[in-house]
């Protein structure tokens, strides 16, 4: 079905034909149409335009008005202060607008313009290391994303950047060789929790030998050696590390309700070949130089403390490849092998200098140009409820999957407390109690993420996150299961929109902001700012509540105003569901 015209956007369209009308020699005017609690719509375009033609503004605004015909969208447009337009539309036009919505499967919401190919780099966990808090934002931030990219019609590349190249692995691999049952499990069904107790044993034990055994610390920088080299044995060991560890980072990404392929997870070995190329081509074009034996980019606007240039290193002096060179070459793969029209890391804040000059090297190279962007999605840190980075009593830094179950164990026992409260036909199960509860917990981490901007740090506290009241995850799930519950009741009566019937101005709210749905999607995915997402959805849920507070749904005073009110409760059911499936959060039908 095609896309349906938002009200704004046919007022918009109304206003311009008016003005190129009334006014013909402005040429092509914007009306500047926002929202207003005045009135439905205010324009405020006829001021900047007033001083261009050097006319009277309440003047112009009235020729404006007086050259709009006679239609049924446009019920009442009043001449205000100095010259604005205060419009309000038809409640029939608001009806007839949402059930074309209604009658479509997307919501009437439409697909981007131009669509392309983004690869979006999110949710780095670091191999035979567990994850933590900080690993948090860039996944729950990252699949919104690719979800609300896709959804407007984008085709999305994941990549997961996984850390599993380095030093560290000499030592790992060599510890391995000396004590080969150090990865053996119990049974095949290996367990992400088992995987990670392995792994977390080993790595302490190497490292234990590591510091205090000379001999093993060299044969482990051999190791490396053999390990950067290709030796099949090493590598063999090597992959083990990986195996090991994608076992526990699906598990994690299992509770936390995302999907991670294996073909998406593409670590920094990944670009192992590439990294000599991109190097060579680097130097050879004169974007990188040789300072003090290592391959450097300066930068005019990058300087220390002391003033003097701070380079991207490359290549170290010792031969070794940095960071930089292998993001270079992922930039390389993902533009020239993916076909990628931008590029968008989902990565801290902190690293923001780094690929500040990644970008810019690339830029310089030719490898990002003005067909091809690169973004950096920064993101704040998490705070514990003082205000500080958030730490285990210990100082310790939080074990992500510690975080999870206590959000599920506390949104389990508001789900439980909640249940006791229902009527007897609809009350849960032990297994629907359990079910929900990870769906709540695990809603309202991600919610309480996604409803701060990225770029803020949030405090973590999840008395609140998991609060029926204020803006929650768990009110918006609330809200959703409340308009089910409506509709079950309902009997015989169905959803049916009736354009004929006059709006209480609490409809009229919620149909406007109903009408907004797809309005905020195309801005939410143009500036990859998944908090204007949430925060529609919040508000969403206020005029549900406020609708409920003062129109009776099923004992409106006619069947058609029973319908009509049914059908409203419906759309913003499936409103409520789709937003909040494209943030990562289920719906449960009751709670």
């Not at 003090?292 to 300066?298: I, P, R, S």
Request: net charge negative; proline share 4%; aromatic share 6%.
């Amino acid at each position: 079905m095609a896309s349906v015209p938002s009200l704004a956007s046919t007022v918009q369209q109304r206003l311009a034909d008016a003005l190129t009308a009334a006014l013909p020699e402005a040429g092509s005017a914007d009306p500047l149409l926002r929202r207003s609690d005045r009135a439905d719509f205010q324009a405020n375009g006829i001021l900047a335009l007033a001083k261009k033609l050097k006319g009277n503004p309440r003047e112009l605004a009235t020729k404006v008005v007086e050259a709009i015909p006679a239609n049924d969208v446009l019920k009442d447009i009043e001449v205000s202060g100095p010259g604005f337009l205060n419009i309000t539309i038809t409640d029939k036009a608001i009806t007839e607008t949402l059930a074309a919505r209604a009658a479509d499967d997307r919501l009437g919401v439409p697909y981007a313009d131009k669509a392309g190919t983004t690869v979006i780099d999110y949710a780095q966990p670091n191999v035979a290391k567990e994850m933590h808090v900080g690993h948090l934002r860039s996944a729950v931030i990252g699949d919104a994303m690719v979800k609300i990219m896709e959804f407007a019609g984008e085709k999305v590349i994941r990549r997961h950047h996984i850390g599993d190249w380095g030093t560290q692995f000499g030592m790992l691999i060599q510890y391995l060789i000396e004590h080969p049952h150090e990865l053996d499990h119990k049974d095949s069904a290996t367990s992400g929790e088992e995987a990670m107790s392995n792994l977390n044993r080993l790595y302490k034990a190497a490292r234990a030998h590591f510091d205090s055994d000379e001999e093993f610390k060299a044969r482990s920088r051999d190791r490396v050696v053999a390990l950067q080299s290709g030796d099949e044995e090493t590598l063999a060991l090597w992959q083990r590390f990986v195996d090991e560890s994608k076992i526990y980072f699906y598990s994690v990404f299992n509770k936390l309700d995302m999907e991670i392929n294996d073909p998406d997870v593409v670590g920094e070995s990944g670009y192992n070949d590439m990294l000599d190329e991109t190097c060579r081509l680097l130097e050879e074009s004169g974007v990188a130089v040789r300072s003090e034996g290592a391959l450097c980019v300066f930068f005019d606007d990058v300087k220390g403390p002391d003033g003097n240039p701070v380079p991207l290193i490359v290549k170290k002096s010792n031969g070794g490849y940095g960071y930089a060179a292998t993001d270079l070459s992922a930039i390389r793969d993902r533009v020239q092998n993916l076909g990628a029209d931008t590029l968008v890391y989902v990565v801290d804040a902190r690293q923001s200098l780094h690929f500040k000059m990644v970008f810019e090297t690339a830029r310089r190279a030719g490898w990002l140009n003005e067909r091809v962007h690169a973004v950096q999605l920064a993101f704040g840190t998490v705070l514990g409820k003082d205000g500080k980075p958030f730490k285990t009593r210990e100082g310790e830094t939080v074990r992500l999957v510690d975080l999870l179950d206590e959000a599920i164990d506390r949104a389990t026992a508001v789900v439980r407390e909640k249940a006791e409260t229902l009527p007897e036909d609809e009350r849960l199960s032990e297994d629907e109690i359990a079910e929900r509860g990870a769906q709540v917990g695990i809603g309202a981490i991600k919610y309480a993420d996604l409803s701060t901007s990225a770029s803020r740090d949030y405090k973590f506290d999840l008395d609140q996150m998991v609060s029926l009241n204020g803006d929650t995850s768990v009110y918006l799930q609330y809200a959703y299961a409340r308009i089910r519950s409506i509709m079950r009741k309902a009997g015989d009566a169905r959803p049916a929109a009736h354009p004929e019937l006059e709006l209480a101005p609490a409809e009229r709210a919620l149909g406007l902001h109903l009408d907004q749905f797809g309005e905020t999607l195309a801005e939410v995915a143009a500036s990859y700012e998944p908090h204007k997402l949430a925060a529609y959805l919040y508000q969403l849920a206020s005029l549900l509540t406020a609708f409920y507070d003062k129109c009776p749904v099923l004992k409106a005073d006619t069947p058609e105003q029973v319908e009509n009110r049914l059908f409203l409760c419906d759309l913003t059911a499936r409103t409520l569901h789709q937003g909040m499936a494209l943030l990562g959060i289920r719906t449960p039908e009751r709670l």
